[in-house]
């Protein structure tokens, strides 16, 4: 799926946009504050139907206006289609050919995306949230019906949380099943998900750090320790029996133990921990490869590349993984834009039909 012909209205600080993409690489290049995040929130916001930073969807929604719109051409296995999405009052509405959508399906059809930001790079270090976003990112990607699956498991969560805090035995019980059912589903795919990635960032990895590097690896982590093997039943049943046991702790908190919302995805170089041992190198090649074996398996998934959004990287990358990725992104027959505040950094990855734009105070400038 490429996307062609952008438009904005009143998202962020853009008021109005009209800009063609290029079918490879589209550079966005400005100063500090101008907007290129914002476009590329646009753009990832089209493409997944969530939002890339913002933690609430009005703040999409630019200063004074009531409702954010984005729009383009995709051009994809079922022919010529309009994509668009509206934000209003804090809710989203994506449109297929001009009508609201019905099946989430028939939009997200061949379309996917992959958003690579500094933000990323704290992957390693930081806390088991941001390794969780990744995972549901990812998964939704690769399956996109994980995007409802994940908002059942939320609800379900949220409903027996509230249950543990007021209810009787009996009434947080009847809430446990969906709970469970719910969990399951996300456990098996993230699992799933991870064991496609495992040898693909294995390999990446390797190639960034060249020869004697220690091999990377990654697997799913449950908090409550419980093996990942087996159905999808068996992991109900099993996440089943660990809440049993905390029954009483966790009325007492008012709060869900165990269960998708409270695991994390556990990074390894060798026999150690990267979170603790990786250097500040290490951790960065670790997550391109992260990001690159998303990319790769995403490929061989869709049979062809997902839209890819690289913003402000290059400056993040010392010079020799910063050419790894350009070089990669050259190859890749794929869609790609790009953000830099200096154009320079970029231009060994603009190969024919590149495009420029300047980006000043939310308007976009075409340059050659
Ligand atoms: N809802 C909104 N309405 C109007 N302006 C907004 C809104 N949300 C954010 N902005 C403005 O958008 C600007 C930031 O844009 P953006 O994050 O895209 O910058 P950038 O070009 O990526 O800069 P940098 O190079 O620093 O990353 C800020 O000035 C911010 O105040
Ligand atoms: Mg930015």
Known sequence: MRLA???????????????????RTTV??????????????AVYLLATLRPLRASRLAELVRFGATRARVEAAADGPGGLRRLAVEVADGTRQAYLDGKPIERLDDYFQGLAAV???????????????????????????????????ARDYLRALRARNAALRTESR?????????????AARLLRRRHDLLEELAPRVARAFAEISGPGAPPAGLRYRPASGMPMAGTEEE???????ILALR?????????????PHMDDLSLSLGDRGA??????????????????????NLTAVLGRPPLLLLDDVSSELDPAKN?????YLARLPGQAILTTTDRHLLEPAAGPGALFYEVVRGRFTHRE
């Open 5 to 23: 012909e952008l438009q904005l209205q009143d998202f962020r600080n853009v008021e109005q946009a009209q800009l063609t993409l290029s079918p």
């Open 28 to 41: 966005l290049a400005g100063e500090n504050g101008q907007g290129k995040t914002n476009l590329l929130e």
């Open 115 to 149: 958003c690579f930001s500094p933000d990323d790079l704290l992957l390693v270090k930081s806390g088991p949230e941001l390794r969780r976003r990744f995972l549901d990112r990812a998964a939704w990607s690769r399956w996109p019906a994980v995007l409802a699956e």
């Open 170 to 182: 009996e009434v947080e019980e009847s809430f446990r099943g969906p709970l469970l059912r719910t």
């Open 235 to 241: 992991l109900a049943a099993r996440l089943g029996e």
């Open 247 to 259: 029954l009483e702790r966790d009325r007492e908190k008012g709060y869900t133990s165990a269960g």
């Open 275 to 296: 979170r603790t041992f990786a250097s500040q190198g290490q951790q960065r090649a670790l997550v391109l490869a992260l990001k690159i074996a998303e990319i790769d």
């Open 323 to 327: 050419r790894y990725l350009l070089e």
